[in-house]
């Protein structure tokens, strides 16, 4: 009646092998560590890298605890951050003396001191918060300037159209920082190009001069249009730097402005912050715009002619140089989507991006006038340009176009994600990064696991006493249910935080809540008469089904606040939900197993010590 058969044994006892496996990376802590990664493909991290660094830190006079070459990155671990911090400088200085152009980034991280063996079998610690550990801290400097002139750049490529489709006529539009200037010849032309401007251009105020026989216009970007582009610029920054984040897996980031110009990111529970900083750093930015093929550009593209009037030089990847012309046709900011893949002709990393209508109608006009002709697709990043391709336009091209050229498999995924994610309005600037402690200072932990802790001592005592050999087994049961929620949480590599931990300790309350309605049913059985056989299968049984339909209920109420809350309620959600699973498992499936294992093999058994059993009669006590 009360006996497990050999593979529900075998059932506990592999949860127990693989929860305590999975929970051993959490008590070996953290260490300050220095990670190199590169930014650019043809820039490799290997043994040599490694070299290099070693050696830096040798002559900065600075010991490491260990340095090891972990797939493409350099980790150096330190016995603490002030050594940490000295040896970032040493590093930085010796693998990037020119700041200007860095082939490498050097983060600072914590990494877990878990053994290799641990590692290997993919064992890692759960992640801690910001409120408990800590993480990495960004200050980001937003280039407003910079911000303004994309937008002036913009509008003088809308006005161009808008004046073509008006049949206005001038000779010539340029832009001069942040100044849009048109030359006209005659002074009705002048009218005109102002009242269209007036009309469809309300963010633009315009001055205009004669200039010998001609007269030029000049507008610029209104005040109060240039604070709101700003505002524009640093809100859109912050969307995107949360896309970029989330697809990165970053746990529970917190983004905040500060000031007018500035952004503020702390990422907690991070394990590749190079990575992290390589992608917030960059400013990934799309423009199409036509090959200059003419004799003088062919000239300045070998180094024996000067840049054609209205051109620029960029390098393609392999270093051939192309003059394209400074009218943008479409930017970044057109993409609706960015996938990777692979080119069905030569099997090449590609990109296949895909634009809004907009975008598409200005793609097809283009591509209908300029067939035969070449388009470069550049990515500006860091303020600097790069030809990913130019390829011949061979015919009308539509909402959907595709990118490939000389790029690798991961370059094709880290592009398609930057352009998923969605362009900068304006360029960003890491200009302090730091490693940060507890938000709520370092006793939290302590606090917290204090709390713990002590709950489980204080309802351990208690069912050891109320119920006596019944409690100890609740109280293993209980233990086993910490083990659980633990070990899951490191396998799912959960954000842990302040509020996580009394979701731990409240956990704790309820689970105990379901052995307390097993031994109190199993205490009513034998008060009835039955015999301690049959009180302990009955008295399961029938709690069973109490017990499913009350954590269910609770159950549903934690997926409500996973589901809308945000922050420190979907932290305390989570492990709620997971408590309650484990709750279930280590409560009846796992007490179970211990009551069956004590008492399943005893036929004749005539007392169980499950505390005093008062029956309503005078006769006295059935079993102590």
Same mark, same amino acid.
């Given at each position: ?5 050999? !593979? ?22 953290? $260490?300050?560590? @220095? ?23 040798? %002559?900065?006079?600075?010991? $490491? ?12 671990? &330190? ?16 693998? #990037? ?8 980034? @050097? ?30 801290? &960004? ?42 200037? +048109? ?14 401007? /007036? ?5 633009? /105020?315009?001055? %205009? ?92 593209? *070998? ?19 192309v003059i394209v012309k400074k009218q943008v046709i479409l930017t970044g900011e057109s993409l609706t989507d960015a996938q990777p893949g692979f080119d069905s002709q030569n099997q /090449? ?63 094709? *995924? ?41 709950? &489980?001592?204080?309802?351990? #005592? ?42 731990? $300790? ?37 709690? !069973? ?7 269910? #209920? ?34 009846? &499936?796992?007490?179970?197993?211990? @009551?069956?294992? !004590? ?10 010590? +499950?505390?005093?059993? !008062? ?10």
């Amino acid at each position: 009646m009360n006996r497990y058969p050999a !593979w529900k044994y075998a059932i506990i006892v592999v949860a127990l092998l693989m929860a305590a496996l999975y929970t051993l990376p959490n008590f070996f802590g953290e $260490a300050p560590a @220095v990670q190199v990664s590169s930014t650019k493909s043809t820039t490799k991290v290997d043994s040599t890298t490694m070299a290099r660094v070693e050696q830096a830190l040798k %002559d900065a006079g600075i010991k $490491a605890d260990a340095i090891t070459l972990e797939g493409s990155s350099v980790k150096a671990r &330190f016995g603490d951050t002030d050594t940490q911090l000295k040896a970032k400088d040493a590093v930085e200085r010796a693998l #990037s003396p020119d700041p200007t152009d860095t082939a490498y980034v @050097v983060a600072l991280n914590l990494l877990s001191r878990s053994p290799a063996w641990l590692t290997s079998l993919h064992a890692f610690p759960m992640y801690l918060g910001l409120d408990l550990r800590g993480g990495v801290h &960004f200050m980001l400097q937003v280039d407003m300037q910079a911000a303004l002139t994309k937008r002036a750049e913009s509008q003088a490529g809308d006005l161009r159209l808008s004046m073509r489709e008006k049949n206005i006529r001038h000779s010539g539009i340029s832009r001069n920082g942040q100044a849009i200037e +048109i030359r006209f010849r005659d002074s009705e032309t002048l009218a005109s190009a102002k009242a269209l401007i /007036q009309d469809q251009f309300q963010d633009l /105020q315009t001055v %205009d001069v004669p200039e010998g026989s001609e007269y030029k216009l000049t507008a610029t970007i209104k005040p109060e249009a240039a604070r709101r582009v700003q505002d524009q610029a640093l809100k859109q920054n912050m969307v995107t730097l949360h896309n970029r984040i989330n697809e990165l897996g970053v746990a529970e980031p917190v983004i905040q402005q500060q000031g007018k110009d500035r952004i503020v990111v702390q990422l907690p529970g991070v394990q590749d912050t190079a990575k992290a900083k390589d992608i917030l750093g960059r400013t990934a930015t799309l423009e199409m715009r036509l090959v200059e093929d003419g004799a003088e550009a062919r000239a300045a593209e *070998n180094n024996t002619g000067p840049v054609p009037f209205g051109s620029e030089r960029f390098l393609e990847r392999n270093g051939q140089a192309v003059i394209v012309k400074k009218q943008v046709i479409l930017t970044g900011e057109s993409l609706t989507d960015a996938q990777p893949g692979f080119d069905s002709q030569n099997q /090449q990393p590609k990109v296949d991006l895909t634009v809004d209508a907009k975008g598409g109608r200005i793609m097809r006009d283009t591509s209908r006038e300029n067939i035969k002709k070449r388009m470069a697709i550049l990515l500006f990043e860091k303020g600097k340009g790069e030809v990913l391709t130019a390829p011949v336009i061979q015919s009308e091209l539509g909402n959907r176009f595709q990118i490939s050229g000389s790029m690798s498999v991961t370059e094709a *995924n880290d592009l398609a994600l930057l352009l998923r994610a969605g362009s900068l309005a304006a360029p960003m600037e890491i200009i302090e990064e730091r490693t940060i402690g507890p938000t709520l200072g370092a006793d939290n932990i302590s606090k917290g696991f204090h709390s713990v802790s002590w709950g &489980f001592v204080v309802i351990v #005592s208690f069912m050891a006493v109320y119920y006596m050999l019944f409690g100890l087994f609740s109280g293993l049961a209980l233990a086993v249910n910490l083990l659980l929620l633990v070990a899951v949480l490191s396998m799912l590599q959960a954000t842990l935080t302040l509020p996580g931990m009394a979701a731990m $300790a409240l956990a704790l309350g309820m689970a105990i809540d379901s052995n307390v309605l097993i031994n109190e049913r199993v205490r009513e059985e034998l008060r009835n008469g039955a015999s301690p056989q049959a009180a302990i299968h009955t008295g399961y049984e029938r709690a !069973w089904t109490t017990i499913l339909d009350s954590n269910i #209920s609770t159950l549903i109420a934690g997926l409500a606040l996973l589901a809308f809350g945000s922050g420190p309620v979907r932290g305390f959600a989570v492990v709620h939900c997971i408590g309650i699973l484990t709750s279930m498992f280590s409560a009846v &499936f796992f007490s179970r197993g211990l @009551v069956n294992l !004590w008492y399943g093999r005893q036929k004749k058994l005539k007392t169980v010590s +499950i505390g005093t059993v !008062w029956k309503p009669a005078a006769s006295g006590t059935v079993a102590k």
